[in-house]
């Protein structure tokens, strides 16, 4: 709650969504920026970010007032950047009062000594009512120059300065310059907090699993005309009762629709989906777009891709990345690689189901980078579940463990929830370990296509394999901690 009366000027700590307070100021909102109904709240300014939003008063609390029990509770290497960034400015506050406090002294006709303390230039320091102080560095720009960022709960905005794109560009044609190298473009996405114009292009979608399911999910919400199929066909039920139409084939998906994505567990299943009976192939034409979501090795999305162009359609490959949870908070991370056209014109599907879409040229190579990032992923995930078995046998607390990890730099929320697992005993799916066990056996064939060894990631694959020998398969990868134990 906040604890004192705040108003434009203020410092705060504010919280946003599932994310932890923040140090901010209160500022003015762009002219034609309407307030959000309902509880009262300001428009922040975020240091160490270019992130505003409106925050409801409860959400809030005084900087200073707060700064200690903040400073405790929240960790990292960005978060203490903005409250140096605060610092900073705060400092700025008192030296300009200071020198112009200097100035009056030396004009003074009545020689009148005038202080000031540390108190009064605080930014909850006690003012005269009245019209809050006229804003000049903190002053927004019209709102031509700004980006919409979040809306519902929360409106916010973000300043049209150099975005990742831009910066990714900027190095892009950098590394062109000096030798040819593959195209990235990175997007940001407003989806989790916000709003997205849908496209008007049907989007058909096939695969209603742990992924799928929560991507489907955040098209609906955001307003996008949706066919689903799944192969088990009462999984469609709860999608229909939200305004998605029943596509009975994949084939039949496909040719009724757009752009069809689609999201299944392994090479052989994303290969039967296209080229099987009534499979994707058989609905395509010329102009028809097929993205495929799956994580599979390169040389099957070079196959798909190939007997999509072939009919005349489109094809992109974007993989995910994430879990369960992610999926439902429409966090997912996409990489994409394909044809580029229709990477844009997904723009509104990868907003509503993510955080960040990146474009990384032709096909293959989305395959292989998700690849890499998901034997990284399976090696950690390894290492922590072998680092809590040492604990116990050697009589340490694994709490206190957790406790210490979450306090250092690989503090993390997915270190958190793979920890409070294995504390709980509770492995409910929210990454398959069968799927992170296929990702490594990927990502090890993968290098040793290029000559390339990758011992750590061939441990943790061994370890994988025996916790499905001990049937853990359907569980979170977390259940690799059982087979650490045997």
């Known amino acids: 709650m906040a604890t004192v009366s705040l108003r434009v000027g203020d410092l705060v700590w504010g919280k946003l969504g599932r994310y932890p307070p923040w140090p901010g100021k209160i500022v003015n909102p762009p002219k034609d920026l309407k307030k959000p109904r309902g509880k009262k ?5 975020f240091f160490g970010t270019e992130d505003h939003a409106w925050i409801k008063v409860d959400q809030l609390k005084s900087y200073h007032l707060h700064k200690e029990e903040m400073m405790k509770s929240t960790k990292g290497k960005r978060f203490q950047q ?16 200071t020198s112009s406090e200097d100035k009056n002294r030396h004009i003074s006709s009545d020689g ?12 909850h320091s006690t003012r005269k009512r009245g019209r809050p102080p006229k804003e000049e560095k903190d002053a927004f720009p019209e709102p031509s120059t700004v980006k919409r960022l979040v809306t519902g709960p929360v409106a916010g905005y973000k300043w049209k300065s150099e975005s990742c794109s831009a910066i990714i560009q900027k190095l892009k044609t950098t590394a062109e310059e000096e030798a040819e190298s593959t195209s990235i473009q990175a997007a940001d996405s407003t989806a989790t907090n916000g ?9 058909g979608f096939l695969g209603l699993g742990l992924m799928g399911s929560g991507i489907v999910a955040n098209l609906l919400k955001m307003g996008h ?4 199929w799944n192969r088990t066909g009462e999984k469609c039920d709860p999608f229909l009762q939200e305004g998605a ?13 757009d752009i069809t994505l689609s999201c299944i567990s392994d090479p052989k299943a994303a290969k039967d989906l296209v080229l099987g009976p009534s499979g994707v192939l058989q609905g395509i034409r010329p102009g028809k777009c097929y993205v495929d979501m799956s994580t599979v090795d390169p040389e099957t999305s070079t196959e798909i891709s190939q007997v999509i162009t072939s009919r005349g359609g489109r094809f992109l490959e974007a993989p995910v990345s994430g879990n369960r949870q992610l999926s439902e908070n429409g966090m997912l991370v996409i990489l994409a690689a394909g ?17 960040k879409s990146f474009y990384l040229g032709e096909v293959g190579n989305a395959s292989k980078m998700m690849l890499i990032v998901n034997m990284i992923l399976g090696s950690f995930m390894a290492s922590v579940a072998e680092g809590f078995t040492l604990a116990k046998i050697a009589s340490q607390s694994q709490e206190v463990l957790l406790y210490i990890l979450s306090q250092g730099p690989l503090a993390s929320a997915f270190l958190d929830q793979k920890c409070q697992n294995i504390l709980q005993g509770n492995f409910k799916p929210d990454f398959l370990l069968r799927n992170i066990q296929k990702d490594l056996r990927l990502a090890i064939a993968m290098g040793d296509s290029v000559n390339h060894s990758t011992p750590m990631a061939a441990a943790a694959n061994e370890v994988f394999k025996k916790a499905k020998a001990l049937d853990q398969s359907e569980n979170d990868m977390s259940a690799i901690y059982l087979a650490c134990n045997q």
């Open 41 to 45: 709240c300001f428009f922040v300014k």
């Open 82 to 97: 903005a409250v140096d960034a605060v610092e900073e400015f705060i400092k700025s506050k008192v030296s300009a009062f």
């Open 112 to 123: 009148k000594r005038q202080n000031c303390s540390t108190a009064e230039i605080s930014e």
């Open 195 to 203: 709003s997205v114009t849908p496209t008007d292009k049907r989007i």
């Open 225 to 228: 005309t949706v066919t689903v």
């Open 245 to 257: 139409r029943l596509g009975r084939t994949p084939a039949e998906v496909v040719s009724t629709c």
């Open 339 to 355: 044809d580029k056209a229709l990477f844009d014109d997904c723009s509104s599907c990868f907003q509503a189901m993510g955080k």
